[in-house]
């Protein structure tokens, strides 16, 4: 698993450096809409139920404000409305800005 060695927010982005010198550029509403969170992705019980997740993918305006590292393995962001439950694995955040 590669880590991110700089983050920045560029303009309208968050833009990543990683270890390999890969540099990602991630839209702030691409971001928000792709959280992992339970709230936004939902969850499902041990029944196949889904809780969550049937709210808006779509966040026109949203800015990320800030962000912290979890462990050694994700970063938590803090958005504009409110929304910071996501944790966003290493692979998981290269993953997304590769589509």
Do not use: C
């Given at each position: 698993?590669?880590?991110?060695?700089?983050?920045?927010?560029?303009?309208?982005e968050?833009a990543?450096r990683?270890?390999?010198?890969?540099?990602?550029?991630?839209?702030?509403e691409?971001?928000?809409?792709?959280?992992?969170?339970?709230?936004?992705?939902?969850?499902?019980?041990?029944?196949?139920?889904?809780?969550?997740?049937?709210?808006?993918?779509?966040?026109?305006?949203?800015?990320?404000?800030?962000?912290?590292?979890?462990?050694?393995?994700?970063?938590?962001?803090d958005?504009?409305?409110?929304?910071?439950?996501?944790?966003?694995?290493?692979?998981?955040?290269?993953?997304?800005?590769?589509t």
């Amino acid at each position: 698993m590669l880590a991110p060695v700089d983050i920045q927010l560029i303009g309208e982005e968050v833009a990543i450096r990683w270890e390999d010198g890969l540099e990602s550029y991630l839209p702030f509403e691409k971001l928000r809409a792709a959280s992992p969170s339970a709230s936004n992705q939902g969850e499902r019980d041990i029944f196949g139920t889904q809780y969550g997740g049937g709210g808006s993918k779509k966040f026109p305006g949203v800015t990320v404000l800030g962000w912290e590292r979890v462990g050694n393995y994700a970063i938590r962001f803090d958005f504009s409305d409110g929304h910071n439950s996501g944790l966003y694995s290493y692979d998981y955040l290269r993953a997304l800005a590769m589509t």
